[in-house]
T-cell receptor
Framework: QKEVEQNSGPLSVPEGAIASLNCTYSDRGSQSFFWYRQYSGKSPELIMSIYSNGDKEDGRFTAQLNKASQYVSLLIRDSQPSDSATYLCAVPMYSGGGADGLTFGKGTHLIIQP | DAGVIQSPRHEVTEMGQEVTLRCKPISGHNSLFWYRQTMMRGLELLIYFNNNVPIDDSGMPEDRFSAKMPNASFSTLKIQPSEPRDSAVYFC???????????????FGSGTQLSVL
């Protein structure tokens, strides 16, 4: 089974700064990558997906993928206290297609300090 | 749509008792997943179904765990007998179908907090 590694944190970032969250994965054949956000006591929700090398931007969020280094990151610009949550990195368990489940990292706990 | 619905939200039981968790996926979704989350192990996939058929149950920890999906709108996860180490949050998630982008998005229910004393 594929492995996904994240620094558990907590990662503390001042309000308005850029938060940088990192994730490495074990299977070089992985094709799809996902970032989920989980507030305390709540369920995970998808915030970003990325499939190609490079950057993908969506509002204040940017996902970065480097398949050669087996590394995916999430940048949050202009961090807000409402961004305080645990961020989970995920990859498909097997083929990389849409037919199987996701393997999740243990998540990085992000704290945005007002 | 009401989203993925799980019941109960909280379950407290004694060791040795049978526990049944329930899930109603989003209408029209053809894949359903059961995950377990703990601080130590994070989110672990227990089992998933495609079109009501179990595809991969390699994550089910032992024979005490079983899951069924008798129709497209209902699934159960049963633990018999329960043990204190089963205490965790159990999430059910559903997915619309195969392929990127929307097909790979998992929609999670609110979870069941299970405590086995």
């Amino acid at each position: 089974q594929k492995e996904v590694e994240q620094n558990s944190g907590p990662l503390s970032v001042p309000e308005g700064a850029i938060a940088s969250l990192n994730c490495t994965y074990s299977d070089r054949g992985s094709q799809s990558f996902f970032w989920y956000r989980q507030y305390s006591g709540k369920s995970p929700e998808l915030i970003m997906s990325i499939y190609s090398n490079g950057d993908k931007e969506d509002g204040r969020f940017t996902a970065q993928l480097n398949k050669a280094s087996q590394y995916v990151s999430l940048l949050i610009r202009d961090s807000q206290p409402s961004d305080s949550a645990t961020y989970l990195c995920a990859v498909p368990m097997y083929s990389g297609g849409g037919a199987d489940g996701l393997t999740f990292g243990k998540g990085t706990h992000l704290i945005i300090q007002p | 749509d009401a989203g993925v619905i799980q019941s109960p939200r909280h379950e407290v039981t004694e060791m040795g008792q049978e526990v049944t968790l329930r899930c109603k996926p989003i209408s029209g979704h053809n894949s359903l997943f059961w995950y377990r989350q703990t601080m130590m192990r994070g989110l672990e996939l227990l089992i998933y179904f495609n079109n009501n058929v179990p595809i991969d149950d390699s994550g089910m920890p032992e024979d005490r765990f079983s899951a069924k999906m008798p129709n497209a709108s209902f699934s159960t996860l049963k633990i018999q007998p329960s043990e204190p180490r089963d205490s965790a949050v159990y999430f059910c998630a559903s997915r619309a179908g195969q392929g990127a982008p929307l097909g790979e998005k998992l929609f999670f229910g609110s979870g069941t907090q299970l405590s086995v004393l």
